[in-house]
């Protein structure tokens, strides 16, 4: 009967983290295309702003092979805060090439779309 008993909490346990899974999958899908969704239908905004800070972050992942060959895979992605007239800051993620032309203090115009980074030109 323990046997029985360790299976069905097996499948029970499963079903439980398989499920968890993809409802984290779905949510972040969800998630996703409505932050997509709310920078199409926000303005274009060009507004005069300062660099103040950068910032990269660096995931690794390492993949397990066969034959203990192991592949690993690294990935960063490119943080900018901008400060507008206002005193508002915002941080806007951007490709590694936009990131590498900026520096902290540099003045210019920021172009915006809700989220989404356009463009910086410096004045």
């Known amino acids: 009967m323990g046997f029985v008993f360790g299976r069905g909490l097996f499948g029970i346990m499963f079903s439980v983290v398989f499920l968890l899974v993809v409802g984290m999958f779905i949510v972040t899908a969800v998630?996703?295309?409505g932050q997509w969704s709310k920078n199409n239908n926000s303005p274009r905004l060009t507004v005069p702003a300062?660099?103040?800070a950068k910032r990269?972050?660096?995931s690794r992942h390492r993949h397990g092979?066969?034959?203990e060959h192991h592949h690993h895979?690294?990935?960063?992605?490119y943080h900018v805060t901008f400060q507008v007239e206002s005193g508002d800051r915002m941080e806007l993620a951007m490709a590694g090439h936009e990131y590498g032309l900026l520096i902290e203090g540099d003045r210019g115009n920021l172009t915006f779309q809700g989220t989404r980074y356009l463009g910086f030109e410096r004045i």
Do not use: F
């Open 31 to 33: 998630r996703g295309i």
């Open 50 to 52: 300062t660099v103040v």
């Open 56 to 58: 990269t972050n660096v």
């Open 65 to 67: 092979g066969v034959n």
């Open 73 to 77: 895979h690294t990935s960063t992605t």
